[in-house]
């Protein structure tokens, strides 16, 4: 039986995500710094924000120092 397209990104996201992390700053910087707070800029900080795609958390925990609450979603979260 063939894997779901599913189980084929989940098996890629557990054999990548070290090699992931490892190759990613650690801060929010430069033009992805830029592109979140531009992102930001006039939502009132009682707004709750579901970032898609969360990783190991780097850019949400950026956005929640911000003031803003924040919902992760990912395939290994």
């Known amino acids: 039986m063939s894997k779901t397209n599913n189980q084929k990104t989940i098996d890629t996201y557990k054999s990548k995500f070290n090699e992931y ?22 939502l009132d900080h009682s707004t709750t924000i579901l970032e898609l795609g969360s990783g190991f958390g780097r850019d949400a925990d950026y956005i929640s120092s911000c ?6 979603s990912d395939v290994l979260k």
């Not at 003031?67 to 992760?72: A, I, L, N, R």
């Open 21 to 42: 992390v490892q190759g990613t700053t650690k801060a929010v910087s430069g033009d992805a710094k830029k592109w979140i707070d531009d992102s930001l800029e006039g």
């Open 67 to 72: 003031g803003y609450t924040v919902k992760c």
